[in-house]
């Protein structure tokens, strides 16, 4: 009697990036074969890649990507939230510090109203 082939289960980022390529795909009224069509790929290679069951080589990506009319980026998952409030504050002054320095006119402003309305905002904790 043959062997079972082992099931080998994927890390949580291929199960995320699962969801966000189905979520994606479906938000734009394609079928997994029309998507498959466009990015030059099997029918079954996006059914795997929709159920978790393989991870896409960057190439592919930027064909996936390219055939749902989105940047690379949308197609990955958000990097984990940090656990604790200390944490996401040094995650959030990390990204002030390296966005401040190219930020230009019409950013400085959409920030300076974002960061009063929270200044004002009664939810803030101080």
Same mark, same amino acid.
């Given at each position: 009697?043959?062997? %079972? %082939?082992?099931?080998i289960?994927?890390?949580?980022i ?24 466009k990015?030059d790929?099997?029918?079954s290679?996006i059914?795997?890649? =929709? ?15 390219k055939a749902?009319? +989105?940047?690379?980026t =949308?197609l ?16 959030? %002054?990390?990204?002030?510090?390296? +966005?401040?320095? %190219?930020a230009?006119? =019409?950013?400085?402003?959409?920030? =300076? +109203?974002l ?8 939810? +803030?904790?101080?």
């Amino acid at each position: 009697m043959p062997s %079972k %082939k082992p099931t080998i289960r994927q890390a949580d980022i291929v199960r995320a990036f699962a969801e966000r390529l189905r979520g994606t795909r479906q938000a734009r009224s394609m079928t997994q074969r029309d998507l498959a069509t466009k990015a030059d790929v099997t029918f079954s290679y996006i059914s795997r890649l =929709e159920a978790g069951g393989a991870a896409p080589g960057i190439d592919l990506l930027e064909r996936l990507a390219k055939a749902l009319g +989105v940047g690379i980026t =949308e197609l990955l998952p958000m990097p984990a939230m940090p656990a604790t409030a200390a944490m996401r504050r040094d995650q959030v %002054k990390g990204l002030f510090e390296v +966005v401040l320095p %190219k930020a230009g006119q =019409e950013t400085l402003a959409m920030l =300076e +109203v974002l960061l009063a309305r929270l200044a004002e905002s009664p939810t +803030v904790s101080r």
